[in-house]
């Protein structure tokens, strides 16, 4: 049976009681991963309803028919949406990186003897990127292109490269791990590969277009810029969601001695 959100319970063991609290950590990540996407989908739309002259204006003043994301998060009050959407799935993405490190460090038993150092390195490196590429969309969201433009570009580039070549090194672990052969590991697997090379696709086109739009002012190309840069996004949340079939039958608890709990409570005094 699968229970349905967080349980309250105690159990007994050799040396008492025990009390403890568990929440399914499937649960946790398909809210984590819809955070983001519910505050971009309500951003854009309350945007394009209201403030279409804002979300439109660029430094060429061309023709433009869709917003980046940048320009209806860097509004107000959606930037508000935005940050509070962002702010509230960051716990539980940092908790999501150090139980995929732990997965990864599970695996390497799979691995072939003469390449379990190189596995292990490319291990940290992807807990190192995920740590940056989440610290990357913190920054990018709190510095927007309206307050300070050049500060945010750099922040957006560290966020795609760091995103893209994790992606590349996780699909590279999980090769080396012989992960997905069938079942939901093997769906997780070649989703992950699609959309990394969805995502990969989308940022040459992305770049090309940029180029297009801040060298020559070319009529359409922040559209297109925009464009491709949701697809991204919708790849990166994607990428980041397929841990729902990584880890669909986990629990996380927090528990304690529940002896040592009631000792520790200060007692009242008798009148």
Known sequence: ????????????????????????????????VSLPLIGLVVCFVSANIFQQNDIH???????????????????????????????????????????????????????????????????????VLNLVEQAALIGVTYVSNRENYPIHEKIFITFMISSQVHMLIVLRLLKMANFGRDGAQQ??????????????????????????HRVYCHDLAFSWFAFFEYWIAAANMGFHGTVIWDFPNEYITVGGDLNKQLHQRPMKKAK
Request: net charge positive; glycine share 4%; aromatic share 18%.
């Open 1 to 32: 049976m699968v229970e349905e959100g967080p349980v309250a319970t105690y159990s007994n063991c050799q040396d008492g009681p025990v009390s403890y609290v568990r929440f399914n950590f499937s649960h946790l990540c398909r809210f984590t």
């Open 57 to 127: 204006e660029t430094h060429c003043r061309v023709y433009n028919v869709i917003p980046s994301i940048s320009s209806i998060t860097g509004i107000s009050p959606q930037r508000y949406i935005w940050r509070v959407c962002i702010a509230v799935h960051v716990g539980p993405r940092f908790l999501t990186s150090l139980v995929y490190h732990h997965f990864y460090l599970t695996l390497v038993s799979k691995v072939e003897t003469s390449k379990r150092k190189y596995y292990i390195f490319h291990v940290w490196l992807a807990l």
């Open 187 to 212: 769906r997780s697997f070649l989703l992950k590969n699609w959309l990394f090379y969805l995502s990969l696709f989308c940022t040459f086109g992305l770049c090309i277009f940029f180029v297009k």
